[in-house]
């Protein structure tokens, strides 16, 4: 029996590794990916978008091109959401969910056309998720099921900023494109989908285009957004700002052992939508017995920074743990997200946070943690 250590499968990497490295970017790994934490820093980045505009390179992200006439049966049957309300060029959040009601990822669907749509899951999740949509996929009639993630990267332009800058570079009208909605169109005369949704609480766009115009686009809009501000964001600044929006992380706030209900995204699950789907049984009974845990946020009262994994305590008992913490740069409060019981899960019940031994006082908050101005 050979004692021998299995190298470590190679990292992959977005056709814009060279110009991360180039702009100072601090490589690391994540979900399989070498990607760009930080450039100037999270705490400066994090401004930016909040400010001004920043621009993620999302590339890692999985797109699954799904058509035929048998696609929105399908699809009805893998997600929770009611597929069949989405018009052509409208977009819906939701999950693909195990026959528990678990969570295999959350992720957002394109309708491009009558019979034609993209799903888009996370990359950490990728294989995984490209596995379970093949393996229900045998008995719908479909033309098309692709992983195209190889073919297609994707940036999002996230701030107050963002559509000016991007406009003067766009074919198409940018304030005609409502919140979750796409339109077919071009940036400085590249090809793109370009879609009204992001991560970061901030309006701003997803622009979907293929890999090998992705450091051109990158460069233009960038060197567009340079007079106003605008920065290349890393994944630092990603997570404090999707956190301070109030948004789950799949492997954190879900996972195969939590089911939307819990996670507060009872909004996306449609019972009543006449379809059979997968987990539809098992969200059914749990929301009829009543949820054993809740997703919560919580704001620290006394000065500690909360993580993931820590646990959470109300009259000195454990009662839940968290799964995400941070500072919050645009708050300036240290800020976490966890599982509480709902007796504990109430705006203002007092709880306490056991960091490395020591009890820690905090208090629960309503989520979002932050909201952009209107």
């Known amino acids: ?24 970017g601090r490589m690391v790994e994540f979900g399989g990916w070498e990607m760009p934490v930080q450039y100037r820093g999270i705490i400066e980045e994090h401004q930016a978008v909040r400010t001004r505009a920043g621009l993620f390179d999302v590339s890692h992200m999985g797109e699954f091109r799904i058509e035929g006439p048998g696609a929105l049966d399908f699809l009805q049957h893998l997600v929770p959401n009611n597929v069949a309300r989405l018009a052509i060029n409208q977009t819906l959040y939701t999950q693909l969910c195990l026959p528990s009601g678990g969570t295999i ?51 999002a332009f996230q701030g107050p900023q963002a559509e000016a800058i991007l406009q003067p570079l766009a074919d198409t009208d940018l304030a005609a494109i409502p919140y979750y909605h796409c339109l077919p ?41 340079q007079a106003s501000g605008a920065l290349p964001i890393g994944l630092g600044a ?5 956190l301070e929006a109030g948004f789950c992380l799949y492997g954190h706030e879900l996972t195969e052992e939590i089911t939307p209900l819990e996670a507060a995204l009872g909004w996306s699950v449609k019972l009543d939508k006449g379809v059979d789907f997968i987990g539809c049984e098992a969200l059914a009974r749990q929301k009829q017995e009543g949820l054993k845990r809740k ?10 920074v909360p993580r993931a994994g820590y646990a959470l305590l109300a009259d000195g008992q454990p009662v ?55």
Not at 208 to 216: L, N
Not at 295 to 304: C, K, L, P, Q, V
């Open 295 to 304: 997703r919560i946020g919580i704001e620290m009262t006394d000065r500690s």
């Open 320 to 374: 839940g743990e968290l799964t995400s913490g941070t500072l919050g740069p645009s708050l300036n409060k240290t800020i976490g997200m966890g599982y509480v019981p709902p007796d504990y899960a109430k705006a203002g019940t007092a709880l306490e946070v056991e960091i490395r031994g020591k009890r820690v006082g905090a208090a629960v908050v309503s989520l979002p943690f932050y909201k952009r101005p209107r």
């Open 1 to 24: 029996m050979s004692n021998a250590t299995q190298p470590a499968p190679a990292l992959k990497r977005t056709p814009l590794y060279d110009l991360h490295l180039e702009s100072g």
């Open 238 to 242: 990603r997570d404090t700002l999707r």
């Open 185 to 225: 169109g071009a940036i400085a005369g590249i090809p793109a989908l370009i879609s009204r949704t992001g991560y970061t609480g901030e309006d701003g766009f997803e622009l979907y285009h293929h890999a090998t115009d992705a450091p051109e686009l990158w460069r233009v809009i960038l060197e567009a957004g």
């Open 105 to 155: 990822d959350d992720c957002t669907l394109y309708r491009l056309a009558e019979q034609r749509f993209l799903l888009v899951v996370n990359a950490s999740t990728c294989d995984k998720d490209w596995a379970w949509v093949n393996q229900h996929a045998t008995s719908f009639d479909l033309t098309t099921l692709e992983n195209a993630t190889d073919e297609i990267a994707l940036f």
